[in-house]
């Protein structure tokens, strides 16, 4: 089944910017959030990225050699059937590997959605979440865009913990 397509605007490794340590960024194209000053508006169209089997995908994570990965966008969560796919196809392959994701949707709406986004949401090991508001723009945030956005990972009981990270 590795020959399902998912379509991504681009694909970075070596980033530290993205979560925690170095790490192979991939950005998935579409969003229906359409945040005001969003950074990256060019990714809320969707299909604007190239299409890339998840085979694909797979290995160039791989061969890029780190284990962890970070689903950005556009917003994976308006993609989440397919970003779910890649998760546990990533996770088959390289079992140790860490993932996050960011999204302009809160915890309790993708904890409250019993489609996709929660199956996405049950694969990840760290998520950035909140719509950035251009009113809260900090460059106190690490790994955020804005003061209201939280970053989320799970704890040694795999549960939630808020974790928000200011430096």
Same mark, same amino acid.
């Given at each position: 089944?590795?020959?399902?397509?998912?379509?991504?605007?681009?694909?970075?490794?070596?980033?530290?910017?993205?979560?925690?340590?170095? $790490? !192979?960024?991939?950005?998935?194209? *579409?969003?229906?959030?359409?945040?005001? *000053?969003?950074?990256?508006?060019?990714?809320?169209?969707?299909?604007?990225?190239?299409?890339? !089997? %998840?085979?694909?995908?797979?290995?160039?994570?791989?061969?890029?050699?780190? =284990?962890?990965?970070?689903?950005?966008?556009?917003?994976?969560?308006?993609?989440?059937?397919?970003?779910?796919?890649?998760?546990?196809?990533? $996770?088959? $392959?390289?079992?140790?590997?860490?993932?996050?994701?960011? !999204?302009?949707?809160?915890?309790?709406?993708? =904890?409250?959605?019993?489609?996709?986004?929660?199956?996405?949401?049950?694969?990840?090991? *760290?998520?950035?979440? *909140?719509?950035? %508001?251009?009113?809260?723009?900090?460059?106190?945030?690490?790994?955020?865009?804005?003061?209201?956005?939280?970053?989320? !990972? $799970?704890?040694?009981?795999?549960?939630?913990?808020?974790?928000?990270?200011?430096?």
């Amino acid at each position: 089944m590795e020959n399902k397509v998912i379509n991504i605007i681009k694909i970075v490794p070596d980033t530290v910017v993205d979560g925690p340590r170095m $790490r !192979t960024s991939i950005y998935v194209s *579409g969003c229906h959030n359409h945040c005001p *000053g969003c950074h990256n508006p060019e990714s809320q169209v969707f299909g604007c990225g190239k299409d890339y !089997t %998840i085979k694909e995908v797979v290995d160039l994570v791989e061969k890029y050699g780190h =284990k962890r990965v970070t689903l950005s966008g556009g917003d994976p969560f308006w993609n989440a059937e397919i970003c779910h796919y890649l998760c546990t196809e990533l $996770r088959k $392959r390289i079992p140790e590997i860490n993932i996050w994701a960011y !999204t302009g949707l809160t915890m309790d709406i993708i =904890k409250s959605n019993p489609d996709s986004k929660l199956e996405l949401l049950n694969q990840l090991d *760290g998520l950035v979440d *909140g719509p950035f %508001i251009d009113s809260l723009k900090s460059e106190d945030c690490l790994w955020r865009g804005s003061l209201n956005q939280r970053i989320w !990972t $799970r704890d040694e009981n795999n549960e939630w913990t808020l974790n928000n990270i200011y430096n």
